[in-house]
């Protein structure tokens, strides 16, 4: 199923996911992260961009961001991998790409969904095995929503400030979402939205969308056209009444 253009509007978070080329990793050593997370910061107040989670991982990285401006979010990205490469060539005195194209995304419906995405960024050290708790990995933003070091790159988003009324309230709140374990069509329904760049939310949300952009956001059925059974039924009895000496006509077999 092809990818959907790739929509950049103001005020709608999305889910961000740039993958190392063929895989390989993108990260070296704690220097580059910090100079990732460092230069993430710089690019998204230039560009009006607020970061509300990420995960920096061996070969990829994740960020939830909401634009401010139009394409704020596209020309964030583009900044910041340059600054990035160009770090990594001069540091290990490579050349070439770093990243496997351009970054993926979709929209969030944030009401129903920004918050699951939060886990769902924070949680890949988890499910990847390279820690046994979340608050052990420093390159994530879970670090800042449970209130155990504050992160500079990080502007919390509104769902996130009524989880409570002090840092420790809702950091709690925040850690209860993580009690219980994804749900496994929920967790593929989130990778596919990023792998073909769909909406992430439900038919309402779509309908805005769509209304916003003037563009398709949902994916074309496969498959040929159905034809219409109803024409089909009445040319058929049509037929029918064009021939009084047949007895009987199969109008299923027209259909």
């Given at each position: 199923?092809p990818?959907?253009?790739?929509?950049?509007?103001?005020?709608?978070?999305?889910?961000?996911?740039?993958?190392?080329?063929?895989?390989?990793p993108?990260?070296?050593?704690?220097e580059?992260?910090?100079?990732?997370?460092?230069?993430?910061?710089?690019?998204?107040?230039?560009?009006?961009?607020?970061v509300?989670?990420?995960?920096?991982?061996?070969?990829?990285?994740?960020i939830?961001a909401?634009?401010?401006?139009?394409?704020?979010?596209?020309s964030?990205?583009?900044?910041?991998?340059?600054?990035y490469?160009?770090?990594?060539?001069?540091?290990?005195?490579?050349?070439?790409t770093?990243?496997?194209?351009?970054?993926?995304?979709?929209?969030?419906d944030?009401?129903s969904?920004?918050l699951?995405?939060?886990?769902?960024?924070?949680?890949?050290?988890?499910?990847?095995?390279l820690?046994?708790?979340?608050?052990?990995?420093p390159?994530?933003?879970?670090?800042h929503?449970?209130?155990?070091?504050?992160?500079?790159?990080?502007?919390?988003?509104?769902?996130?400030?009524?989880?409570?009324?002090?840092?420790?309230?809702?950091?709690?709140?925040?850690?209860?979402?993580?009690?219980?374990?994804?749900?496994?069509?929920?967790?593929?329904?989130?990778?596919?939205?990023?792998?073909?760049?769909q909406?992430?939310?439900?038919?309402?949300?779509?309908?805005k969308i769509e209304?916003?952009?003037?563009?398709?956001?949902?994916p074309?059925?496969?498959?040929?056209?159905?034809?219409?059974?109803?024409?089909?039924v009445?040319?058929?009895?049509?037929?029918?009444?064009?021939?009084p000496?047949?007895?009987s006509?199969?109008?299923?077999?027209?259909?």
């Open positions: 199923m990818r959907l253009p790739r929509l950049n509007l103001i005020d709608i978070p999305q889910h961000i996911v740039q993958v190392g080329h063929n895989n390989l993108c990260f070296f050593d704690e580059d992260y910090q100079f990732y997370l460092d230069s993430l910061r710089n690019a998204a107040d230039q560009y009006r961009v607020d509300h989670a990420y995960v920096l991982l061996p070969n990829l990285i994740q939830i909401t634009p401010r401006v139009p394409d704020g979010i596209s964030m990205m583009q900044s910041l991998g340059r600054r490469v160009q770090f990594v060539n001069h540091r290990y005195r490579r050349s070439g770093l990243w496997a194209g351009r970054y993926k995304s979709s929209l969030i944030s009401d969904y920004l699951t995405c939060y886990r769902y960024v924070e949680s890949r050290p988890i499910y990847l095995g820690v046994e708790s979340m608050s052990e990995y390159w994530s933003s879970f670090r929503h449970a209130n155990i070091e504050q992160s500079n790159v990080i502007k919390d988003h509104r769902l996130y400030l009524v989880l409570g009324k002090t840092p420790q309230a809702r950091a709690e709140a925040y850690q209860e979402l993580f009690r219980y374990r994804f749900d496994r069509r929920l967790l593929e329904y989130i990778a596919e939205t990023i792998k073909l760049g909406v992430l939310g439900g038919d309402v949300f779509k309908d209304q916003i952009s003037n563009q398709r956001v949902r074309l059925k496969r498959g040929r056209p159905k034809k219409n059974t109803k024409i089909k009445e040319n058929a009895a049509v037929e029918a009444e064009s021939e000496d047949t007895k006509v199969n109008l299923e077999a027209g259909a």
